[in-house]
């Protein structure tokens, strides 16, 4: 594929098909294939790809299922998500997936693993967990065993071992991912009318579906095409968009704020596909690898633990100055206790660097996007009032 509409097609197919047949149709196609779903953030997808598996992310139903009988297992007064992800698997829409991996989120994440495995039994479900001591002789060798278990609990499915070859390999392929998605997170930076954020999201969301190869080359494809097309420029201001790392705001929110006047340059979400700042060696002990990896060069977000309170929100200081950004929108989903309860301490640290910001609150099925759109144009506005002056 050469050319961006039909690249970008693609991939809202993918994101509207919450029967996941792409994933289905790769397991079909050869026998004793796996999928293993895992839910947002981050989870060691190089295990899953060398265990043979199709690592599939779980996003939760969006807004385009009507939540039914999830509503009947968590309380009103939580996120949506762990809803209508029971929702999916309830209606059989996840009845081809092996495994199911939680990662640690938040308290309700941890919750829904244990009811996936009461609901579930014949899936292999897992909570897991990382590190809040960021030494390597202790949160590392802590990781490490985390790894380990994951790695034999995926290699008894797989039905032989999982070899210090077969996942260097993997680390390989995810290290070109990886850099291929921060070319594309980089191009947006430097030319925004050219990869609108709504794209970018579709493409890099296309990854949670698509096995690593074919995404792989489906970013190249993009990026070849976004240059070789020349866009119109808007007057738009620039901004970063934070809060959105778990629970995802619906496509049309995204839209509204490219529309309201913001070019989105930097983002939190899918963050399991840049979680990693770098390449991760491939040679040497590919668990220990991963684990350092995690410690000492990995995103920053409200669910992972901050070994330095001095360091708090300074990663969105330094996205804005990165990026030429001229504020932050916080985007919090409702009820995201990581994300709500975090926003105080990182808007102090932006007044105190002098970016403006401003702050709202969304689900995944939110549908009336105008005050959305009105309070981001205000803001985008307003922006340029004070550049101006």
Request: proline share 6%; with cysteine; glycine share 6%.
């Amino acid at each position: 594929m050469t050319d961006t509409t039909a690249i970008i097609d693609r991939a809202t197919a993918l994101y509207e098909d919450l029967n996941f047949n792409s994933a289905r149709q790769w397991k079909a196609a050869a026998a004793g294939r796996r999928v293993a779903g895992y839910m947002p953030i981050y989870v060691p997808r190089e295990l899953l790809h060398a265990a043979d598996m199709l690592p599939l992310g779980i996003v939760g139903g969006g807004d385009q299922i009507e939540v039914i009988h999830g509503d009947a297992y968590y309380q009103s007064y939580i996120c949506r998500i762990p809803r209508s992800t029971i929702e999916l698997g309830v209606s059989g829409r996840l009845d081809f997936v092996d495994v199911m991996l939680f990662p640690s989120i938040c308290d309700v994440i941890r919750n829904l693993s244990g009811m996936w495995k009461l609901m579930f039994p014949n899936v292999y479900s897992r909570y897991f967990d990382v590190p809040q001591n960021y030494r390597d002789d202790i949160g590392g060798n802590f990781y490490v065993n985390e790894l380990e278990e994951l790695r034999q609990g995926l290699a008894e499915l797989r039905g032989k071992p999982i070899t210090d070859a077969e996942l260097n390999r993997s680390i390989g392929i995810y290290n070109e991912n990886r850099r291929l998605v921060r070319a594309l997170y980089d191009y947006r930076v430097a030319e925004p009318w050219q990869a609108p954020a709504s794209e970018v999201y579709l493409l890099t969301r296309a990854g949670l579906v698509l096995p690593v190869e074919e995404h792989s080359q489906m970013l190249r494809d993009y990026l070849a095409a976004a240059r070789a097309t020349p866009r119109p420029r808007r007057d738009n201001c620039r901004i970063v968009l934070t809060g959105a790392f778990c629970e995802q705001p619906p496509l049309n929110l995204i839209k509204s704020l490219e529309l309201s006047g913001c070019y989105v340059v930097d983002d939190d979400l899918l963050l399991v596909t840049r979680w990693l700042l770098g390449d991760v060696p491939t040679e040497g002990d590919p668990l220990r690898n991963l684990a350092s990896a995690f410690l000492h060069h990995s995103e920053s977000t409200a669910a992972k633990y901050e070994p330095s309170q001095a360091e708090k929100g300074q990663h969105l200081v330094r996205a804005v100055k990165r990026t030429g950004a001229e504020g932050v929108i916080f985007a919090a989903p409702s009820f995201c206790d990581p994300a709500l309860l975090e926003r105080p301490m990182l808007q102090h640290v932006l007044s105190a660097a002098n970016i403006p910001y401003v702050a709202f609150k969304y689900a995944e099925n939110s549908g009336q996007m105008q005050p959305i759109r009105e309070q981001a144009g205000t803001f985008a506005d307003s922006i340029k009032l004070w550049s101006a002056a």
